[in-house]
């Protein structure tokens, strides 16, 4: 999928700023220097494109916003929605970084499978693809219907990847919390709810389970900002595009 990367990272510098933060612009200048606009919100899955962590976090925001503006105790909470949606998952800024396809090499059990199937579907594979991690994913990915035709097709293209050698070895919710915090001040419900917003995807150690519970049941919105994430990753995964505008 290809999207309008200048649009949507002015859109979201627009909503971040009207939030009135203080220390927002430096948070900004993190983002922009760091890949958030970049980089896909998975390499996997869903918005495993460029540009696609921003995208899906715009996407969030606007189902959470649709979600708290009808809840007569939360419609006044747009800023918290527009923090919670926008940065619940910057620790991906973190996780990702991008490398020549070339330098992304496969498994053999990757190529095998990529192969076994191309020639189980009749499907001659493209000279010109780079069978580097990424595309072995996109190519399975086109097969199960969940993506576009493959494009790459030079030896210079870039793929995304997880960084290798990351030294912060935080959870995904409380990555993001740190980092943010290190920027502007979330109050308790931002940062439980942005703590929380993988559910029980993400319950974090034995304690996990208490902590997730009372979260939910004290915070709505941390509820709320899960379940918008949830429809945004399958709206994306799927590839649904048209769906929510
Ligand atoms: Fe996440
Ligand atoms: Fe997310």
């Given at each position: 999928m290809i999207i309008d990367l200048d649009k949507t990272q002015n859109t979201i510098l627009n909503l971040l700023r009207s939030s009135q933060r203080h220390n927002m612009e430096e948070l900004i200048i993190y983002l922009?220097?760091?890949?958030?606009?970049?980089?896909?919100?998975?390499?996997?899955?869903?918005?495993?494109?460029?540009?696609?962590?921003?995208?899906h976090s715009l996407l969030t925001?606007?189902?959470?916003?649709?979600?708290?503006i009808k809840i007569e105790e939360l419609k006044e909470k747009i800023d918290t929605a527009v923090i919670c949606g926008l940065l619940h998952d910057?620790?991906?800024?973190?996780?990702?970084?991008?490398?020549?396809a070339?330098?992304?090499?496969?498994?053999?059990?990757?190529?095998?499978?990529?192969?076994?199937?191309?020639?189980e579907n009749n499907v001659q594979l493209n000279p010109l693809w780079i069978l580097c991690k990424s595309n072995c994913t996109q190519i399975l990915?086109?097969?199960?219907?969940?993506?576009?035709v493959p494009v790459f097709k030079t030896e210079d293209d870039i793929v995304f990847r997880i960084k290798p050698n990351r030294t912060l070895l935080l959870g995904h919710g409380e990555h993001s919390v740190y980092r943010i915090s290190?920027?502007?001040?979330?109050?308790d419900e931002e940062a439980t709810s942005i703590r929380w917003h993988m559910g029980c995807h993400d319950m974090g150690g034995d304690y996990g389970e208490k902590s997730y519970s009372e979260a939910y049941n004290t915070y709505p919105i941390t509820r709320l900002l899960h379940t918008s994430d949830a429809d945004a990753s399958c709206i994306e995964y799927y590839?649904?595009?048209?769906?929510?505008?």
């Open positions: 922009v220097n760091n890949g958030f606009f970049i980089y896909p919100a998975s390499i996997e899955n869903h918005a495993n494109f460029k540009g696609g962590l921003a995208h925001t606007r189902l959470l916003i649709d979600k708290i910057v620790c991906k800024a973190d996780l990702y970084d991008q490398v020549q070339k330098n992304d090499p496969p498994t053999d059990k990757q190529i095998n499978y990529v192969k076994n199937l191309c020639r990915n086109w097969f199960q219907g969940k993506t576009e290190q920027f502007i001040s979330l109050t590839n649904l595009t048209g769906v929510i505008e």
